[in-house]
Each structure stands twice: as C-alpha cells, then as structure tokens.
C-alpha cells in the first residue's frame, strides 16, 4: 500500500478504535475522583474554581479533539463538587455561536471567569468578534440565576482593550474588580472597578504595576488584607531551553496594585500553557491549574488540582503537582521538551 494511502486508513480506523476521542457521555455526568486529572471524559482547560452555597464549581474552556492550536475551543462546561471526591459534569454552558457579536467561524472560546453578586451569577469570557481573531477580542458577559447553567449572553465590556483571559475579583466591601491580559505584545495585564451593575467599567482601565515576566491569566484573590495575583510567566526557561510556563504570584495592599513580585508557585506542567485559579473550600486551600497528561499533548488539556499551602508571613509554597501519570505516556513538569 503506498505510503499515503495507508496513513489516511489509520488515521480513518483510530476514530473507529476509539484513539483520540472524546467519550459520548449523558449530562449531568457524574464520577469519583481517583486523583489527577479531574476530568477523564474530555479535555478541559483554564480551571476557574468557585465557592457557590458550600458546592465547588469549576468553570473551564474545552479543549477539541483533533487539537488545532487553541482555536477550536468552542464551548465551555462546568463541574461541580460538594466534597472534591464527587463530581458532577453539568454539561455545556455557552457555545461560540450562542454569542450574537461573536466571530461568524466560531471557536476561541478562551479562559472564563464566573462570580456570583446579588443572588445572580456573572459569566465572563473571551471571545473574538471578527475572522481577525487576534485583534478584535470583546469580553462577553452571560448571566443566570443560577451556577450550573441557564447562561444568557447579554453583551461585552464596553472599552475594554483586545486582550484575553478575564478575571473578576469582588472585595470585603462588594467592589468587584476586572482584570485581563495577554494576547498581545508586551502582554500586559490591565484592570479597572466594575460598576455595580458589573456589565461596565467604573473608570479608565490601569495597567498593573510590578509585575514580573507577566504572560497571560491573572486570578486575584484575598486572605488575611493580602491581594494576591498569580500568573503564568511569559514562557519558564531552563538551562537556555523553552520548555512551558510557570505560575507565578505578586502581592499588593491594593486590589489595582502596584504589586511586588513574590516567586513561582506551580512548576510547568510539562506543556507550554499554564493557568490556575486559587480558592478556599472547606477551610482549605487549593489551586486549580491544567496539564497535558490525559493526551501527551499541549492544545489537549486536562484540568487538575493540589493544595496551596502559605507560610505564616503570608508567602506561598510551591504547588507539589500529583496525579495518576500512568494515563498518559507523559510525566508533567519531569518529562520537559
Ligand atoms: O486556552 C486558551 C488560552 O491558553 C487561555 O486563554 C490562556 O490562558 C492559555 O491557557
């Protein structure tokens, strides 16, 4: 057979053989947790974790089989857990061609964020609106009246500058606080207060100040009067060579900054993206981060999570990654390209 003609037979029979795909499965679907990756039935990417009434949920873009970059990520999913043991897949919550200004092809349904103010919950995610992807990024906003689902598109930020990855912060007194960045170059990361209507800006977007090496996914979070951010670092670097992003975290008195550079607290994961969300569950805390280890593959993500552990003058440990390895013929942050 000649050499073209058997690779498209293979690549014909590993569908039928069930390589590479993503299970059908009947939603809600539910699951024990047996260790890392959470999620074993789809790849899942860009884990934001909430506390809604004593349940975690985990909002995450989906990662699309076969991988094509990040840009067919079309749909976004969210699990829940009343105990990090039981899981639940709600199913799909948005998909790119629920979005009325969205890009006509679709895709690039990015890292979202999820709050809740006021009894309803505030979905936010980028989302392109032009062929032109990489210029013409909005961050849409779809609510409902409750965590799980019933997310109705109702516009985008107005003003907000064409970058990814948004992040909303609500402090002690209801301020909520919007942060997005990376995309472009120089990969800035910029934030500005909500109005109370959480739908539009309360002033001029500032950059945040004191970042260092600063790539993409802010998430900022408070305990004990700290603002923290953590972010992954603009590609980590070892011995000269690339091999994937590290988190990193900053600290601040002030929720817009300016923040001091702290240290990394999660490794690469063995892949060149990194993203993570940290959240108090139940008096402890955990970051939420994803990996390649499910496929071996970067664009083919996997959501997991590990405790986060602070000393007593507030700085954080590095995140001990840990996980069922086995899955894949891959080893997270050992097995570096
Ligand atoms: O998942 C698409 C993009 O990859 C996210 O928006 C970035 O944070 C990176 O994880």
Redesign the pocket.
């Known amino acids: 057979m000649k050499p073209r003609i058997f690779l498209t037979f293979i690549l014909f029979l590993l569908p039928l053989a069930g390589i590479g795909q993503q299970k059908v499965v009947r939603y809600p679907f539910k699951w024990t947790y047996t260790g890392n990756p959470i999620v074993n039935h789809m790849y899942t ?2 884990p934001t974790a909430r506390v809604f009434n004593d349940t975690l949920y985990v909002y995450c ?1 989906t ?1 699309q089989y076969p991988a094509r970059g ?1 840009d067919f ?1 079309d749909k976004y999913h969210v699990f829940s857990t009343p105990d990090l043991k039981t899981w639940t897949d709600h199913g799909e919550i948005l998909r790119a061609d629920q979005v009325p200004w969205g890009r006509k092809e679709g895709g ?1 349904m ?2 979202p964020d999820c709050v809740c103010k006021d009894g309803k919950y505030y979905y936010y995610f ?1 989302h392109p609106s032009e062929t032109e992807w990489n210029n013409s990024w909005k961050f849409g906003i779809a609510v409902s009246d409750r965590p799980d689902g019933g997310f109705k598109v109702m516009g985008y930020i107005p003003g907000a500058p064409p970058l ?2 948004p992040n909303v912060f609500i402090d002690d007194d209801g301020q909520a606080y919007f942060y997005i960045g ?2 472009q170059a120089g990969h800035p990361c910029t934030g500005v207060k909500l109005k109370p209507n959480m739908m539009e800006p309360d002033g001029e977007f500032v950059p945040m100040e004191g970042l260092e090496n600063f ?3 802010p998430f900022v979070f408070k305990r004990k009067e700290i603002y923290y951010m953590i972010y ?1 670092d603009h590609h980590g670097h070892s011995e000269g060579k690339l091999y994937g ?1 590290q988190m990193l975290y900053a600290t601040s008195d002030n929720p817009l900054g300016p923040w001091k550079y702290r240290g990394v607290i999660l490794d690469p994961t063995g892949i060149e ?3 993570g969300s940290v959240v108090e569950f139940k008096g402890k805390w955990y970051l939420f981060y ?1 990996n390649g280890a499910l496929s071996g593959e970067g664009n083919l ?1 996997s959501i997991c999570f590990d405790r986060l552990y602070f000393k007593g003058n507030g700085e954080i440990k590095k995140v001990v990654q840990t996980g069922d390895f086995d899955k894949a013929d891959f080893m997270p942050a050992v097995k570096r390209k």
């Open positions: 990417a860009d873009s990662d990040c990520m690039f990015w890292a980028p990814i990855d990376g995309a790539h993409e996914g992954p992003n993206t990194s993203h994803h993500r």
